[in-house]
């Protein structure tokens, strides 16, 4: 497809497993963001690439959380030994090359930790 | 860090009405974007905005980017029901910084 896709849309897991969330952004875009969106509240940034770049990950919480970016295409967002309060909205966007770009967003991925 | 605040929180507005919502940062940004979220979706783009006093409008949407380059408003003019959802600023400097968003209620 044109768009950001993210998967899986729902995932549902028990405290104390690890996560793997996905994000295909559009192809030919160069950054790539991470956010997370807890219920009714905003963006939460996480991280972020820039093509070969070394990644900003000054919006991790805390070192249960890593971002993977491959070939500069595909990105990973791996939660070790989740918590309750990892439950929310993940959401990926890519934008292309430039200042004068827009970024685009994907569905997001709903992780429930129960 | 870079922070938006946004305002108002959020807004409960009778069709036909006008709608204006406005960001402001201590930094400044070279781009402006402004984001529509509906439930269960992804935020997605209304407006962008590249220079520092541009007035972009697209459809009954309207924006801004502050002269300082420090702040934008957004206004929607004569809302309908689907206008509801919450509405997010965006700031570029390399990475994207968003406001906390606001909330928009319309009532038939």
């Known amino acids: 497809g044109a768009g950001v896709s993210q998967s899986p849309s729902n995932k549902v897991t028990e405290k104390g497993k690890d996560v793997e969330l996905r994000c295909d952004p559009i192809?030919?875009?160069?950054?790539l963001y991470w956010y997370r969106q807890s219920l009714g509240q905003g963006l939460e940034f996480l991280i972020y690439f820039q093509g070969n770049s070394a990644p900003d990950k000054s919006g991790l919480p805390s070192d249960r959380f890593s971002a993977e970016r491959t070939g500069g295409s595909v990105s990973t967002l791996t939660i070790q030994r989740t918590q309750q309060e990892d439950s929310a909205v993940y959401l990926c966007a890519s934008r292309p090359r430039g200042y004068d770009t827009e970024a685009f967003f994907g569905q997001g991925t709903r992780l429930t930790v129960v | 860090g870079q922070q938006l605040n946004q305002s108002p929180q959020s807004m409960f507005i009778q069709e036909g009405e006008d709608v204006s919502m406005n960001c402001t940062s201590s930094?400044?940004?070279?781009?402006w974007l402004w984001y529509k979220q509906e439930p269960g979706e992804g935020p997605v783009l209304l407006i962008a905005?590249?220079?520092?006093?541009e007035l972009t409008s697209n459809g009954r949407l309207t924006a801004q980017f502050g002269i300082t380059r420090k702040d934008s408003f957004l206004n929607i003019s004569a809302s309908i029901p689907s206008d509801v959802g919450i509405y997010f600023c965006a700031g570029h400097q390399g990475k994207l910084t968003f406001g906390q968003g606001t909330i928009l209620t319309v009532h038939p």
């Open positions: 192809s030919g875009h160069t950054a």
């Open positions: 905005l590249y220079k520092a006093g």
């Open positions: 930094s400044i940004f070279n781009t």
